[in-house]
């Protein structure tokens, strides 16, 4: 069974076991679950679609993170894969390289292009989410593939692991570890640069971090 085929497979099974509703298909489209006469993937797609996608999280046994059993060469091929993102302008929503990219659909994409995860499709998110609400929407799906870890210095970060950042209201800005404190994310008016996390002006402003490991 090809990864996509037993992802939607399982999503359908865990469907059925906890009365999610109809699992309607995964596609570019998103994975869009039917719950009697609505789709749950609405037209505030992005948000909708992350909010139920972190609230069914913990009953689904990981089936969407797909690791190698060599971790160092997982971790390798991210900060290759992130590295390969530098200069890409920052635009909101956007996930070409070297066309435009930010922060979040940054971490989406190289997760998805190092075959961490299988494909997300986000849609459309207003970019000044997190200064209106306090409800944590990004944070809750990351951690469906990854485990919370202590911050520095109690543990140094490892290349790959993430950083969230709160801004505002919610932990709404990431970035991927190079070799720590250096790590990759993109800005607005900058793009996709590095920066270290520990003399960087901006993320230093940030009131709290957290770091994520896939493993």
Not at 114 to 122: M, Q, R
């Amino acid at each position: 069974m090809q990864p996509s085929a037993k992802f939607a497979h399982d999503l359908q099974s865990c469907a059925k076991r906890h009365h999610f509703g109809k699992f309607s298909g995964l596609s570019r489209s998103g994975v869009t679950w039917e719950a009697s006469r609505a789709v749950v993937n609405s037209p505030q797609s992005a948000i909708t679609q992350l909010r139920n996608f972190a609230a069914a999280g913990p009953r689904i046994p990981r089936v969407e993170r797909i690791l190698r059993s060599d971790e160092d060469r997982a971790r390798a091929d991210i900060v290759r894969e992130a590295r390969s993102w530098l200069l890409t302008p920052y635009h909101p929503n956007a996930r070409v390289k070297g066309v435009g990219v930010d922060c979040l659909t940054l971490v989406v994409e190289v997760l998805e292009r190092t075959g961490v995860i299988e494909h997300l499709e986000i849609g459309h998110y207003p970019n000044d989410y997190h200064l209106h609400s306090a409800e944590e929407i990004w944070k809750p799906a990351v951690e469906l593939y990854a485990r919370p870890m202590e911050l520095p210095p109690a543990r140094i970060p490892k290349p790959g692991d993430l950083v969230l950042y709160r801004i505002a209201k919610i932990f709404n800005h990431n970035a991927i570890v190079i070799e720590w404190p250096t790590v990759i994310h993109a800005v607005m008016q900058q793009g996709v640069f590095l920066a270290d996390a520990e003399k960087d002006a901006g993320l230093l402003s940030c009131p709290e971090r957290a770091v994520f490991s896939l493993w």
